[in-house]
């Protein structure tokens, strides 16, 4: 069925450290698996994403990593900032590039 | 580039009301989404629309709710006869199908919905 798992669910890192988030999906035709990252009562904003034919893409401070084989997909985050505090989501497309379908969510706490 | 609006922002509304949210995709976006989100969980989908032609729905979709896209350009969401579980916020994002672009989505702020 159409399933994508996020762990953890909160994250609390000091300011400079790295954070990662990892996802796993179910069904192995999805082939774009986006980041968004949610602020308090705004929608959630497209931060990086990453399409089947490659295996990781860089932005700045944040990567993502997919594995096809193991259907998993990873968001890193380095030198967090305080300003990187947020709730992300991993998402997967199903339906040829309908419909999303969203993580749980992963809370991101960086203290100063 | 006006980003996903949406409107209203806010809407409080006494139980077995009716309430239409009306979403503005990005423009020249043929693909239109809407889901709905609660407090401490992920966006879960609820339809989407291809132009005007309405592509798919969820099951969360009751026969309370009903959404168009006449012209496709922009939406309406409509929930008639609402009860407190509909308290939610009401996403809507917008893509545009292409081999470079295909499947990139952005989302609105969201519309806060309310039931008393």
């Known amino acids: 069925g159409e399933n994508v798992e996020q762990h953890p669910s909160t994250l609390s890192v000091q300011e400079g450290d790295s954070a990662v988030i990892k996802c796993t999906y179910s069904d192995s035709a999805s082939n774009y698996f986006p980041w968004y990252k949610q602020e308090l009562g705004k929608g959630p904003q497209l931060i990086i994403d990453i399409r089947s034919n490659v295996g990781e893409k860089k932005d700045q401070r944040i990567a993502v990593t997919l594995n096809k084989t193991a259907k998993h997909f990873s968001l890193h985050i380095t030198e967090t900032q305080p300003e990187d505090s947020a709730v992300y989501f991993c998402?997967?497309?199903?339906?040829?590039?309908?419909?999303?379908?969203f993580g749980q969510g992963t809370e991101l706490s960086v203290k100063p | 580039d006006t980003g996903v609006s949406q409107d209203p922002r806010h809407k409080i509304t006494k139980r077995g009301q009716n309430v239409t949210f009306r979403c503005d995709p990005i423009?020249?976006?043929?693909?239109l989404y809407w889901y709905r989100q609660t407090l401490g969980q992920g966006p879960e989908f609820l339809t989407y629309f291809q132009n005007e032609a309405q592509l798919e729905k969820s099951r969360l979709l009751s026969d309370r709710f009903s959404a168009e896209r006449p012209k496709g350009s922009f939406s309406t969401l409509e929930i008639q006869r609402t009860e407190q579980g509909d308290s939610a916020m009401y996403l809507c994002a917008s893509s545009v199908t292409g081999r470079i672009s295909g499947n990139t989505i952005y989302f609105g702020e969201g519309s806060w919905l309310t039931v008393v």
């Open positions: 423009s020249e976006h043929n693909r």
């Open positions: 998402a997967g497309v199903y339906n040829q590039g309908g419909k999303l379908i």
